[in-house]
């Protein structure tokens, strides 16, 4: 089995930072690409950033300049540097990894999701 666990979500104020992180682990072979997205009220969930195992990274364009994913290979972690914070920015935010597994399964794994309220 393998297990995301988010930390980092919170109450901030327009303009503020936060720095989610996820880690990965269980019986982990390997990772491939690890992302972040967001669920606010009443809409869809959408991807935020995402990056690949090669430390290539993509960014929705509502994000692009205020947000930062990077991932550490050896904790199996994936982090997501949130800077210039806007209202707009509420919602829960989810991690999810493409992990090969011991077995040499692969598949999607999700954490719980950890919320993030930008308000004044």
């Known amino acids: 089995q393998v297990q995301l666990v988010e930390s980092g979500g919170g109450l901030v104020q327009p303009g503020g930072s936060l720095r989610l992180s996820c880690a990965a682990s269980?019986?982990?072979?390997?990772?491939?690409?690890m992302a972040w997205y967001r669920q606010a009220p009443g809409k869809e969930r959408e991807l935020v950033a995402r990056?690949?195992?090669?430390?290539?990274?993509n960014y929705a364009d509502s994000v692009k300049g205020r947000f930062t994913i990077s991932r550490d290979n050896a904790e199996n972690t994936v982090y997501l540097q949130m800077n210039s914070l806007k209202p707009e920015d509420t919602a829960v935010y989810y991690c999810?990894?493409?992990?090969?597994?011991?077995?040499?399964?692969?598949?999607?794994?999700w954490g719980q999701g950890t919320p993030v309220t930008v308000s004044s």
């Open positions: 990056i690949t195992d090669l430390q290539r990274t």
């Open positions: 269980g019986s982990i072979f390997s990772i491939n690409a």
């Open positions: 999810t990894a493409d992990v090969t597994t011991n077995w040499q399964i692969r598949g999607d794994y």
